[in-house]
């Protein structure tokens, strides 16, 4: 009934709010070029004696283990395919056709790249302009004018929305790692949720022990691992799979989305299915990212000190941005070529998407092989978003940016418990996701007000540069 409750708020808000949420998660990206591109560009996250914390490499590596990296691997083959073959309503678009094809490199670049991307660095931005380097990282750091107990209203606000979003990501990161499991095994190991519990138990001991070498040693380490995985297996499908169509699908993907993107960033779809169709994808997947706000963002400002807000928009935007248009064109280039070619990859629905990219290798030399691979980079991508957010989790919970162990161990456990009575119960998977969305609701205007809290700041800074 809960579940419900909160399925019939969001679509409600989205039904009334569309615009809404499609203007903030435009303005976010305006936002962070803005703020790249101006005088503030050269300030400093953490304050200007600030310095580095992590190497490059290793800095992209833990934003993306913490914002979208399991759903890459998760949607890589089965959103530019479900798109194709199911296009949206009352944009006269012929399944399967050339255009549909387009359009669906389109779609999922809107819905991954820029917009997503940029709704994380607008948030980290604002609360990492008035971060120091020793102090707490909390959302309702923008807003010290406040009285405390407004304050302490958001970061409650904050942790519950973090809680729900990373213990709905958790279980359908399992189920991903379930789903690959069966394929390689073929079933014949357990059954589906007994792969899922298994699965989890294990993820659960590795990201707490993850948790207990701390943020050096646990998170940046295994996200260092998880970029050389991927970029192993983005290479070996671009290597084994048809390189000249993938190629094709990278041109085609820049063309259709710099094409596309400015329209796509201001439609809602005025038809009543067209409408619906965006409420239930894009303006969803906003909602998902903004419902990450307070953790990613926060992560992300904990992660970038020492970094100036430029290179913070070229590292965590602009980058992203590029790796998502390669990800989705060699997985995606791939998946449509399979479908041309009469191979069937089942991509039906919200249910059969973590079956796509398992099936897609099932097509290529080495299967087993790099499906097993597969497995182990969600599964580490899993611990690091997990540990990452029992992390921020303890954060919030002790006001200080550098938490406890106790306090990590215990965020952790809780995810973990969560995620278990999310995989055993399909109402407590519904619960939690519908939970997390509907809860992105109250963060959008939050979202907005970070940034216009961080626009303020410039003009004071200016007018009181001006009297000086």
């Known amino acids: 009934m809960f579940s419900s409750a909160a399925q019939d708020l969001a679509r409600q808000f989205l039904s009334t709010f569309g615009g809404w949420t499609l203007f903030v998660a435009s303005l976010s990206v305006v936002f962070c070029f803005a703020m790249a591109a101006g005088p503030w560009g050269k300030r400093v996250i953490g304050g200007p004696d600030a310095t580095p914390e992590f190497r490059l490499p290793t800095w992209i590596g833990m934003m993306f283990a913490a914002g979208m990296g399991a759903g890459l691997v998760f949607w890589g083959a089965a959103e530019p395919l479900f798109h194709y073959l199911m296009p949206p309503p009352g944009e006269g678009l012929e399944a399967a056709s050339a255009e549909a094809r387009s359009r669906s490199l389109a779609i999922t670049q809107f819905h991954w790249a820029f917009h997503g991307w940029g709704i994380y660095g607008a948030t980290a931005i604002a609360i990492g302009l008035v971060a120091t380097a020793k102090g707490a990282i909390l959302p309702s750091a ?79 380490i295994l996200s260092n691992v998880n970029m050389v995985l991927a970029i192993l297996l983005a290479t070996y499908v671009l290597v084994a799979g048809p390189t000249g169509a993938i190629l094709s699908t990278l041109l085609d993907s820049i063309v259709a989305y710099a094409r596309d993107l400015p329209e796509l960033s201001v439609n809602l779809r005025a038809d009543e299915a067209g409408r619906q169709w965006t409420s239930d994808w894009s303006l969803t997947y906003f909602l998902w990212w903004a419902a990450w706000t307070p953790f990613v963002g926060v992560f992300l400002v904990r992660i970038s000190r020492g970094r100036t807000i430029r290179a913070f928009v070229g590292g965590a935007v602009l980058i992203p941005t590029l ?63 997990a540990d990452s957010g029992a992390f921020v989790l303890a954060m919030f919970s002790e006001g200080r940016s550098d938490p406890g162990l106790k306090s990590r161990l215990f965020w952790g456990v809780v995810i973990g418990v969560l995620a278990a009575a999310s995989v055993l119960s399909a109402q407590g998977q519904a619960l939690f996701r519908s939970v997390a969305v509907s809860g992105a609701i109250p963060l959008t205007v939050l979202l907005f007000a970070w940034m216009a809290n961080a626009a303020w700041m410039i003009v004071r800074e200016q007018r009181a540069t001006k009297k000086a």
């Open 323 to 385: 790796v998502t248009l390669a990800w989705f064109s060699i997985f995606g280039g791939t998946a449509l070529v399979l479908d041309q070619s009469g191979v069937d990859l089942a991509v039906t629905s919200f249910d059969t998407a973590p079956q796509a990219t398992y099936r897609l290798l099932g097509e290529l030399p080495l299967a087993a092989l790099f499906q097993l691979l597969t497995i182990l980079l969600m599964a580490i991508f899993l611990i690091t978003s």
């Open 142 to 220: 923008p807003f010290a004018r406040l009285p405390e107990p407004a304050r302490q209203l958001i970061d409650a606000a904050a942790l519950v929305a973090v809680l729900f979003g990373v213990v709905a990501s958790t279980a359908s990161a399992v189920q991903s790692v379930g789903a690959g499991t069966e394929i390689l095994t073929a079933g014949g190991l357990l059954d589906g949720v007994g792969i899922q519990l298994a699965a989890l138990f294990l993820l659960s001991v590795g990201y707490l022990t993850s948790a207990a070498l701390g943020l050096r040693r646990g998170i940046a």
